[in-house]
């Protein structure tokens, strides 16, 4: 039973810093009017910022898959980094955390609150993750977590649900997997350097890849409230038809007001959410703010 946690507090507006993603349209106005997009450079890190009477609160969610890539992207945004107050790393995979170290040094550099800036890990880092085909095609490493360590903020290892920022923001923890089609990464494998050998690890318990469904669905155990927006990837991209219709019905069924799909959704479902769903997706693409 997840444990009862101290309730969000409604916002009155959120800014989302789109920093990178394998997308990118800057030219196509937004389709939704629920949605503002301020053109700028073409950079899935988010930093959202949650605006509540005259106090701001600022996060990051992800950092991209390279060091360098994360700060010429921060820089020509013109992002004032040391505003961050919480660093979260949804998961294990070098294309959320490549950037990661650069992140951690750029928001604690300068800061004049004299806070170390909070940096939310998944637990159970593994050596290496990669895909089995003949043979284990490896990924590259992850930072490791000394480096981690000493780029500047204080660490905390999440495995359950906990508020940060003043309640603005909540951080799931691990995921349960409920749907019987939102398998994880087929041929998901991660290396064991006590055995020497790769095993399998199709599911990866922390936020993203446990399936648009259950983590949508798992928010609602969290706080019953209506769904606005779900932003980010969907994991879509190299769905079988049969995971991409039942995921539009339960997505229906879900009734969130706004989807604003990017990275790894594919073109197959955010063309399905406009047949199935019209007026109710706003894309995102990097080096893009958006507000709601």
Not at 74 to 82: D, E
Not at 83 to 101: E, F
Not at 144 to 151: I, K, L, P, Q, R
Request: aromatic share 6%; with cysteine.
């Amino acid at each position: 039973m997840t444990p009862k946690l101290p309730s969000l507090i409604e916002v009155d507006s959120l800014d989302i810093h789109v920093l990178i993603n394998d997308e990118i349209d800057q030219i196509s106005p937004s389709p939704n009017p629920r949605v503002q997009h301020a053109q700028s450079f073409a950079g899935v890190p988010l930093s959202p910022t949650a605006k509540k009477d005259d106090k701001s609160r600022t996060l990051l969610f992800d950092a991209g898959p390279e060091e360098d890539v994360f700060e010429k992207n921060v820089q020509r945004l013109k992002l004032p980094m040391t505003d961050i107050g919480t660093i979260v790393l949804s998961h294990w995979h070098r294309d959320h955390s490549g950037g990661l170290l650069s992140a951690i040094r750029l928001a604690s550099s300068g800061r004049s609150d004299g806070d170390q800036v909070i940096v939310a890990l998944p637990p159970d880092k593994p050596a290496f993750r990669g895909i089995m085909f003949d043979q284990p095609i490896s990924l590259e490493a992850d930072p490791a977590m000394d480096e981690v360590d000493s780029a500047g903020g204080k660490t905390v290892v999440l495995g359950e649900a906990l508020t940060v920022l003043d309640d603005a923001f909540l951080i799931s923890g691990e995921i349960p997997r409920h749907t019987d089609y939102e398998g994880g990464i087929p041929g998901g494998v991660r290396y064991d350097p006590v055995k020497n050998e790769w095993i399998k690890d199709e599911l990866i318990m922390e936020e993203r890849h446990a399936g648009l469904i259950n983590i949508a669905r798992h928010a609602k155990t969290i706080d019953d409230s209506p769904i606005y927006a779900i932003v980010g990837g969907y994991h879509l991209a190299d769905a079988s038809p049969d995971k991409i219709e039942q995921s539009m019905k339960d997505l229906k069924d879900l009734a969130p007001a706004l989807l604003m799909p990017g990275h790894c959704t594919g073109w197959r479902f955010k063309g399905l959410i406009e047949r199935e769903m019209p007026g109710q997706m706003a894309p995102i693409f990097g080096g893009t703010k958006y507000t709601l």
